[in-house]
């Protein structure tokens, strides 16, 4: 059973710290995802990959937050430095897309991060 | 740009009666539509999707959605819930534009199954 994995499931950090966290997509997917679920926002777009190279990260913080994916197997997103209000869930997904057909959107379990 | 509204933050139901959360979106373009369930604690997960063809689609879970073009409309509905389908639902919806597929969320719907 292929699924997303995601590390570390639970990190707490001081603010100003780099935090990194990593996804492998499903072998064979072409697409990642990154997102941020918090109570106050919802669920938002950070980044998107097609073919590892980004497609969408208009809703990434760009003085802060990058993301990356040296390898078709791994997929990063790096924090630097953190802030308290970056205490949030943040989820990796996967999918098979073609460009003029999308697909399931396969969701790791998260990283629930906290900022002190 | 597209966009999907979820009106109802929070749908309290009993238990074996009927429910339905609601979605509409609005695209100036065709649209791809899906349903996402997440459990506490977990991802998001497929419920179920409609892509061409038949505009009812049906989970393996007894929940069932019908494309409505002319309301823009993809409503979820269970003749019968389960206190197991306590979760949040996500309704979404992908364009293509710009040559990729654009997905937009929802703000999602808490289902909550009083027994």
């Known amino acids: 059973d292929a699924r997303v994995t995601q590390t570390p499931r639970h990190k707490v950090t001081e603010m100003g710290q780099e935090v990194t966290m990593r996804c492998q997509p499903i072998l064979g997917h072409n697409t990642v995802f990154w997102y941020r679920q918090t109570m106050m926002q919802g669920l938002e777009l950070l980044a998107y990959f097609r073919n590892r190279a980004p497609l969408d990260d208009s809703g990434m913080p760009k003085d802060r937050f990058s993301a990356e994916m040296p390898d078709a197997t791994l997929a990063t997103l790096k924090i630097q430095p953190s802030e308290p209000r970056d205490s949030a869930v943040y989820f990796c997904a996967s999918g098979f897309y073609l460009n003029e057909r999308p697909d399931t959107q396969y969701f790791g379990p998260g990283t629930r991060l906290t900022v002190l | 740009a597209q966009s999907v509204t979820q009106l109802d933050s929070q749908v309290p139901v009993f238990e074996e009666a009927p429910v339905e959360l609601r979605c509409n979106y609005s695209?100036?373009?065709?649209?791809?539509l899906f349903w996402y369930v997440q459990y506490p604690n977990q991802g998001l997960q497929l419920l179920l999707k409609?892509?061409?063809?038949?505009?009812l689609v049906e989970s393996i879970n007894g929940f069932e959605a019908e494309f409505n073009k002319s309301q823009t409309s993809f409503h979820l509905r269970k003749p019968s819930v389960h206190i197991s389908d306590t979760a949040e639902y996500f309704c979404a919806v992908s364009v293509y534009s710009g040559g990729y597929q654009k997905v937009t969320f929802g703000t999602g719907t808490k289902l909550q199954v009083i027994p």
């Open positions: 695209s100036s373009v065709s649209v791809y």
């Open positions: 409609y892509l061409s063809g038949s505009t």
